[in-house]
């Protein structure tokens, strides 16, 4: 979230920029100038789990019944819901008029000018979280506007931990490892599995990696945009997965775990620690479908030595170049991403938004509580490579980590190939 929360975060957070390909390369030619159309727009976007979304489309429509808004619901899966944008943008389709892209996209796809820059004085640009703002722009110049931001957070089973005699989440990999053979002892955390991120070969696997290496102190760029993939570092993030899969401590079942099959298994009861995104809150605190209601807490990822480094995501809205009605598109996104929407928005759901004044708000506090927990894990967060060509380099991830933890290549071999295949991507 979903509205896939990537599927995004401290102001001071790098942006790593990769000279992985020249501007407007691939299909970038052609494009149409800006216009200043008005009409019905299509807008591309997430799964709406909660329906929110539909309702503030519906009001948007009772007040502007010539200029309608439809959705069209992207695939879950992230890499399939950029394939299908990106097949839209190559034919120069009008198909969508408002696009959601995920916080590593907007380079490719003002670079390829298949979107357009936002004019200056559409939003309050000083009102949105710092580095949710730089996720929209490239070059200097804001093409998407930031929508939901956030990183990942630790689920745990609060309930479990204290019959265990545990009174705090785990703050290392350890801890974690220690803390779930507590509850595995005890009768009511017999047969439950211990931990669980997002490792199936997609671009979750690439967040998960990456928050690993991080969490152990290393980079996988660094800040000249070289990758950094086979220090000691980088290679005991990695260790870490694979180890999890190895001693059973991730559940062999969870290589093909996106968001919503972890999801569904922290609900289900069936996990004692669950690392995703903070949508999952809202979905699992409901009474009537989640077994773990009022039963969990979340806290910052940990790591190797304290408390980890999680991935910045984000999902943003930009203007299709190939819109027939761009005003009524550019006029939705500044009503979206509005103070007044984004706090209707806020208390329909647990996605983390871009405006900054949210996270300090009391009432957002009390609503839901993991608020500091996320400000204090955006904090340490870092952002995913800005690229032209970040599909490459995130591809070239999942390919040599999967290799890893299904046991097909040792740490080091895998490292030292993930290295050549990046670095082959950076000449």
Not at 14 to 34: E, I, R, Y
Not at 148 to 165: F, M, W
Not at 166 to 186: F, R
Not at 374 to 396: C, F, H, I, Q, W
Request: charged share 20%; glycine share 10%; with cysteine.
């Amino acid at each position: 979230m979903t509205i896939r929360p990537l599927w995004c975060g401290a102001a001071a957070a790098l942006s790593l920029v990769l000279a992985l390909g020249a501007c407007g390369d691939s299909g970038g030619s052609g494009a149409p100038a800006s216009n200043d159309g008005r009409g019905p727009i299509t807008v591309a976007t997430g799964k709406d789990l909660t329906q929110t979304v539909q309702k503030l489309v519906a009001a948007w429509n009772d007040r502007h019944p010539k200029e309608q808004v439809r959705l069209v619901e992207l695939p879950e899966d992230g890499d399939q819901a950029r394939q299908q944008l990106v097949q839209n943008m190559q034919i120069k389709s009008d198909a969508y008029d408002v696009v959601r892209l995920d916080a590593v996209w907007t380079a490719e796809f003002a670079a390829r000018r298949w979107v357009l820059p936002l004019p200056d004085g559409l939003l309050d640009t000083s009102s949105f979280v710092p580095a949710a703002l730089g996720t929209g722009k490239y070059r200097g110049r804001l093409y998407a506007a930031p929508w939901l931001t956030g990183t990942g957070v630790l689920y745990y089973r609060e309930d479990l931990l204290a019959k265990a005699g545990i009174m705090e989440p785990p703050k290392t990999w350890a801890e974690l490892t220690a803390d779930c053979a507590k509850v595995q002892k005890i009768p009511q955390g017999k047969g439950i599995g211990c931990y669980a991120g997002q490792f199936g070969k997609y671009e979750g696997l690439t967040v998960n990696y990456s928050e690993a290496v991080q969490s152990a102190g290393g980079e996988v760029f660094d800040a000249s945009g070289k990758p950094r993939v086979n220090t000691p570092q980088a290679k005991a993030g990695l260790q870490f997965l694979v180890d999890g899969f190895e001693n059973g401590t991730i559940p062999e079942k969870a290589i093909t775990y996106k968001e919503e099959e972890g999801r569904r298994a922290f609900q289900e009861g069936d996990l004692v620690f669950h690392r995703n995104w903070a949508y999952v809150y809202a979905l699992a605190s409901e009474e009537d479908g989640s077994k773990v209601a009022g039963k969990f807490g979340v806290a910052p990822i940990p790591g190797k030595d304290g408390p980890g480094s999680g991935t910045l995501g984000g999902n943003n809205l930009a203007v299709s170049a190939f819109s027939e009605h761009q005003a009524t598109a550019r006029d939705f996104i500044a009503h979206i991403v509005s103070p007044e929407v984004q706090n209707e928005y806020g208390r329909a759901q647990s996605f983390p938004l871009s405006l900054a004044a949210l996270y300090t708000q009391p009432e957002m506090i009390k609503k839901y509580p993991y608020l500091p927990v996320l400000k204090e894990g955006m904090d340490k967060a870092k952002p995913r490579p800005v690229v032209v060509r970040y599909n490459e380099v995130s591809t070239a991830i999942q390919e040599h980590v999967t290799a890893a933890i299904t046991g097909k290549k040792p740490v080091a071999q895998a490292a030292e190939d993930l290295q050549k295949a990046l670095s082959a991507s950076a000449d």
